[in-house]
């Protein structure tokens, strides 16, 4: 999976790729926007060869302003 923060224009300020697995895992990312900009999460699924079930829980987005 994918997860991705980008702009209307489909500017990637955050692009990671994480392994799915059997059992949960937490991950944390951590960047900088490089603009005063809008940004989307999103979490790009690709094409799946089967069905199976994927749990995306206790999601937080948060802006840290640099008082700059």
């Given at each position: 999976m994918e997860v991705t923060i980008e702009n209307t224009g489909y500017y990637r300020y955050l692009?990671?790729?994480v392994s799915l697995q059997n059992e949960m895992n937490s991950y944390r990312f951590e960047w900088v926007m490089s603009a005063n900009d809008?940004?989307?999460?999103?979490f790009?699924?690709?094409k799946?060869?089967?069905a199976?079930?994927?749990t995306i829980d206790n999601v937080v987005l948060a802006v840290k302003h640099t008082g700059e």
């Open positions: 692009s990671q790729k809008t940004g989307a999460l999103k790009l699924l690709g799946m060869a089967e199976h079930d994927i």
